[in-house]
C-alpha cells in the first residue's frame, strides 16, 4: 500500500493518505473510469497541500473533476479555487495569489488544505457512507494539529466530517456560516462553501468569506 505525504515545501511525515485507497467500491470504480477518459489527469486520491505545522486547517469537500482530480492538489484548476487562494494571498497564508498546478512552487504559510473526501466522486455528491469511509483519514491530520489551532469547515459536509473525526456530537455543533465551536482543543469554524454556485447567487459575498478570514487572523493572534 503506497502512501503519499503533504504534496508541499517538508512534507511531514505524519500526515499521509492513500494514494491508491480503494476502500469506496463506487469512487475506485468512477476513477478508474475518469483516468480512461482523462489519461493526463491525476485521477488518484488528492492528498493534503501545505505547511506542516499549520495553525489552520482548510477542509474542503471533495475534489473536483477538472480541478483537483486534474492537478492533483487541493481547490486546484477550479472556481473555488480562484477566490480561495486569492484571499489566502491576501491575508498573508499564500505566497502568491494563484494555484495554477502541482508544481507551480506556490507556498502556503501556517495553512494546510484538505477535503473532507479524497476522490472526485460522481456529480461531486459523494453518500454518507464513503465520507465516514475516508474520515479516519481526516482524523489522523486533525490529529498533527498544535493546540488552539483553527480548523475552517468550507459547507455543512466538510463541518459534520470535522465533528465526526474530532469524536463530537452532531446536535451539539450544528453548522452556521461564520458560527465557530471551541471542539478538542480547537475552534472550528464554518464558511459557506466557495463554490461558483455559492458565489454567483451571492449566498456567498467577497465580504462575507473575508469576514471568515477576519476571524480567523484574530483567532490565531490570539494563540500566539
Known sequence: ???????????????????????????????????????????????????????????????????????????????????????????????????????DGLILNNCRITNAVKCLPPANKPTGSEVNQCNSYLADELSTLAPGSVILALGGLSHKACVKALGGRQKDYPFGHLEEKALSGFTLLDSYHCSRYNTQTRRLTPEMFDAVFERIKELLGAAE
Not at 60 to 66: E, Q
Not at 87 to 102: I, K, M
Open 1 to 103: 500500500m503506497e502512501k503519499r505525504k503533504i504534496i508541499n515545501q517538508e512534507p511531514d511525515d505524519r500526515v499521509i493518505f492513500d494514494l491508491n485507497c480503494r476502500r469506496c467500491p463506487r469512487l475506485a470504480a468512477f476513477l478508474d473510469d475518469v483516468r480512461v477518459r482523462y489519461p493526463d489527469y491525476h485521477g488518484l486520491p488528492v492528498g493534503p497541500f501545505g505547511d506542516e505545522k499549520a495553525q489552520l486547517l482548510i477542509v474542503g469537500l471533495a475534489p473536483g473533476m477538472h480541478g483537483a482530480n486534474a492537478t492533483g492538489r487541493p481547490f486546484t484548476g477550479d472556481h473555488a479555487g480562484i477566490i480561495l487562494y486569492d484571499t489566502l494571498y491576501r491575508y498573508g497564508f499564500a505566497s502568491a495569489a494563484e494555484s495554477s498546478s502541482a508544481d
